[in-house]
């Protein structure tokens, strides 16, 4: 696991207060109970501390799983492999 995925894995786990097997590219909202409208406000400040990008409103609504997270901060240049 590379160092920006951990990071994004750590500040979800504890936002959405995932299981190690819930850490899935696939899983949004319809998988993760605990991602409500209030989670994704927290996820987008989380994620601009953490990785310095601040997700616009229609990136935000926009996020269907965490490897939707993942694509738009690749698209920032924020590498997600080793």
């Known amino acids: 696991m590379s160092p920006n995925d951990l990071k ?3 500040l979800l786990v ?3 207060l995932l299981d190690d097997d819930q850490y899935l590219d696939g899983n949004g909202p319809d998988a993760i ?3 409500d409208s209030l989670a994704m406000v927290r996820i987008a400040t989380a994620v601009e501390e953490a990785f310095g990008y601040g997700m616009t409103p229609e990136e935000m609504v926009s996020l269907d799983s ?3 997270i993942k694509a738009i901060l690749r698209s920032h240049d924020i ?3 080793g």
Do not use: S
Request: charged share 40%; no cysteine.
């Open 14 to 16: 504890e936002i959405l």
């Open 33 to 35: 109970e605990t991602w």
């Open 66 to 68: 965490i490897g939707d």
């Open 79 to 81: 590498r997600f492999d």
């Open 8 to 10: 994004l894995r750590t």
